[in-house]
Structure formats: C-alpha cells, structure tokens
C-alpha cells in the first residue's frame, strides 16, 4: 500500500515513499522466515520437503538482499536518474542480476507455492490454499501496482495455518 500511495504524486524514486515502502517490504519478507520454517513442521520429513525449503529460504534472502540494497541505494542517490544508475552498477557486478534480481527471488515464490502444496497434500491446509497462493505470487508480475491484492491472497491462502502452527508452538 505504501508503494500506492507513494506514487500517487507521480514522484516514486529515493524519497519517503520509496523508502517506507521498501521498509515494509523488507519486514514482510524476514516475516517470511518464521512462516515457511512452520510450515515445514507440517509437511512429512523428506529430500522434497527440504530441497522446498531450502529453495524458498534462498528465495527469500535474495529477495531481502534485493530491497535492502534499494533501500541502500535510494539513500545514496539523489534523485530517480541516479538511483537508476546505482542499481545498474549493483545489478552489473558479476552473478548479482541473475541470483539478487532476475532469479533468486523466483526461488521464494516458487518454493513458498510448493510447501503449501505439500502441505496440503500431507492434509495440513485445505486444497485451495496453494492455488490461491499460486495467483497470489502470479499477479505482481503482471503487474506491481497488484502488490497488495497479492499479499491479501497471501493471508488468505496462509490464514489456515494459524491453528495448526498455533498449536504446534503451544505443544513445543
């Protein structure tokens, strides 16, 4: 949402929306730690579990590498023209676009789809909450502006887990 109203005066670039937007995006992201090692508590032990995880884990701190070198950078520039070049150097340095920007980050979305899958097929989340998932992670693509009708699916198809991991941290 901050990104949305960040851009609403057509000025989105280093700035206080930029940032707070990149904040919030960062703090959702490390909330995913917590959420994808519960889940894994709930799908049955295996090489498949694991590589999931593993693969969703590395996702993720691409995908925080990403926006805290934003974050890092928007500092640094002084406007958007600069802010675009900075991250066109960052971007440049070698392995850094393919693993921080073009696929690292696919690997959260990918893996965070099939835990739940797992998940699901172990009886753990009802059968929808991978599809929803799955539009979920689709729609930011298409579009960013889509960002939060993603995490608003996120929720919903996640909201499930609540109880099961509820309980599993009350036994534990």
């Not at 969703?56 to 590498?65: C, D, M, P, R, Y």
């Amino acid at each position: 949402m901050a990104r949305t109203i960040g851009r609403l005066d057509d000025v989105y670039g280093p700035g206080f929306d930029w940032q707070l937007a990149h904040l919030l995006g960062l703090a959702g992201f490390l909330l995913f730690v917590p959420l994808v090692l519960g889940l894994r508590t709930l799908v049955p032990a295996g090489t498949v579990r694991e590589v999931a995880v593993g693969a969703t884990l590395f996702g993720l701190a691409a995908s925080v590498v990403q926006f805290g070198a934003d974050i890092v950078l928007a500092v640094m520039a002084a406007d958007k023209e600069e802010l675009r070049s900075l991250q066109q150097d960052f971007a440049g340095l070698p392995g850094v676009r393919p693993a921080i920007y073009d696929v690292g980050p696919l690997f959260l979305f990918v893996g965070i789809v099939v835990v739940a899958a797992l998940a699901a097929g172990a009886g753990r989340l009802p059968w929808w909450s991978p599809v929803v998932l799955l539009v979920a992670v689709l729609l930011p693509p298409v579009n960013l502006d889509l960002m939060p009708l993603a995490g608003l699916l996120m929720l919903v198809a996640l909201l499930p887990l609540w109880q099961p991991i509820r309980q599993v941290s009350a036994a534990g």
